[in-house]
């Protein structure tokens, strides 16, 4: 089956730790994207990713890193400056030939706490 | 800015109908997109309009007016399952990221 997955779905840290998350899929998609999303809000986009090796910020990037070292993966970061990291964060993924009106494919999302 | 504005709850009943808006101040706009999400749940899209008019899917159908800045998705014989939040998400150019807006909750009564 095709899909994206996430792991895991809940995590725990400590305040001043980096956390990974990491985010795959095998739907052959070329664009990626990362968002956060807190309780009654919407999902706010933290980096996004077109093309392998090429990623760009999104509107809440201060505090997070990305890498995109292959078309499969897309893992982020959670560094130690990002003040309020605790909230759930949903990965996704488009065919990538247009990012304005490809369908967005979401995985099943891991929700951070930091203690 | 960018804006997207939803109402932030609708409540309806099984069996009837319910309408939830969108309205959109944006730069530019390529299209309106809703996507649906369970609780706890990844979202799910739902519909796009790039042009105006009502585009139908099965008990779901969405509405688009480009000179209003408006939007609807039109939810009908509501079922308990239908108990999400719904967001609608704008294209503001061409190639550029979409944009969320912050969901309505729908509650479904019995």
């Known amino acids: 089956d095709g899909g994206i997955t996430q792991s895991p779905k809940y995590l725990f840290r400590k305040e001043g730790q980096n956390v990974t998350l990491s985010c795959e899929q095998n739907?052959?998609?070329?664009?990626m994207y990362w968002y956060r999303q807190d309780p009654g809000q919407g999902l706010r986009l933290i980096y996004y990713?077109?093309?392998?090796?090429?990623?760009q910020k999104g509107d809440i990037a201060e505090g997070y890193s990305v890498s995109r070292e292959k078309k499969e993966s897309f893992p982020l970061t959670v560094t130690s400056a990002q003040k309020n990291p605790t909230a759930f964060y949903l990965c996704?993924?488009?065919?990538?030939?247009?990012?304005?009106?490809?369908?967005?494919?979401f995985g099943p999302g891991t929700r951070l706490t930091v203690l | 800015g960018q804006s997207l504005e939803q109402p932030s709850e609708v409540t309806a009943v099984e069996g009837a109908i319910v309408q939830m808006n969108c309205t959109y101040q944006?730069?530019?706009?390529?299209?309106l997109s809703w996507y649906q999400q369970h609780d706890g749940g990844a979202p799910t899209f739902l519909s796009y309009?790039?042009?105006?008019g009502l585009e139908e899917t099965g008990r779901f159908s969405s509405f688009l007016s480009r000179s209003d800045s408006y939007g609807y998705l039109l939810l009908q014989e509501l079922q308990m399952k239908d108990s999400a939040s719904y967001f609608c998400?704008?294209?503001?150019?061409?190639?550029?990221?979409?944009?969320f807006g912050k969901g309505t909750r729908l509650h479904i009564l019995p």
């Open positions: 996704a993924s488009s065919m990538g030939g247009r990012i304005s009106t490809d369908t967005q494919y």
């Open positions: 739907l052959n998609h070329d664009a």
């Open positions: 990713s077109q093309i392998v090796n090429d990623f």
């Open positions: 944006t730069s530019g706009f390529y299209g």
């Open positions: 309009n790039a042009l105006d």
């Open positions: 998400a704008v294209s503001p150019n061409r190639d550029d990221k979409i944009i």
